[in-house]
């Protein structure tokens, strides 16, 4: 897909529409998905993503093949979805599930503790700085390499690794006081 994202970019730089739809076609649901996420905003999503996509049709030229064109999509739309959150004063307080936007959505057979958990993790998510949660959803959500996340949030390598290690402490940090009371629940309500 890499070969053919770059054949379609190029297209663009040229001017060809035909290719730019492709590319948004194909774009459309990962950046709706993380927009969602980074601002917790279902109306703001479309116009984010349209945002991006315009600047895809007007820098396709600027594109220089150092990474991925995925790669370079995803850190327009990080940048736009950092001043989306400047401009709200905040990131999102609850990031609803969203099925129409989210990339990998579990099918029927998760049981009810999966559901649960992935929740939390969801409401969780909403506590982190944007740079911290945007880490984590390139990563886990997306399947970013840390590389690629650096290029994607315009910083070295190694402090993408170390937001997520402060990501993951914090996660945790937040997780395990409501997985000990619920535990704790559970045992004074079975006495």
């Known amino acids: 897909m890499n070969l053919e994202d770059s054949a379609l970019l190029a ?8 290719a730019f739809e492709k590319l948004f076609l ?16 279902r109306g703001l999503v479309e ?19 150092r990474s991925r064109v995925s790669t370079w999509i995803m850190g327009v739309a990080y940048r736009k979805a950092l001043k989306a959150i400047a401009k709200l004063g905040r990131a999102p307080t609850m ?3 969203e099925p129409d936007l989210l990339v990998d959505e579990a099918g029927p057979d998760l049981d ?7 929740d939390q993790i969801r409401r969780t ?21 840390y590389a690629e996340i650096a290029q994607i949030v315009g910083c070295p390598e190694n402090t993408v690794k170390t937001r997520m290690f402060y990501a993951r ?13 619920g535990r704790e629940e559970g045992r004074t309500g079975s006495r």
């Open 95 to 97: 990031v609803a599930v």
């Open 47 to 65: 116009e984010l993503v349209n945002d991006v996509m315009v600047v895809v049709w007007q820098k396709a030229q600027t594109f220089a093949g």
């Open 169 to 181: 402490r914090k996660l945790r940090a937040l997780i395990q006081p409501s997985h000990t009371a």
């Open 125 to 145: 998510l909403t506590k982190l700085s944007p740079e911290h949660r945007a880490v984590v959803e390139l990563t886990y959500y997306l399947g970013y390499s």
């Open 11 to 18: 297209a663009v730089a040229e001017g060809d529409v035909q």
């Open 112 to 118: 009810l503790a999966d559901t649960e958990r992935r």
């Open 26 to 41: 194909r774009y459309h649901q990962p950046v709706a998905a993380f927009l969602f996420k980074m601002t917790g905003r």
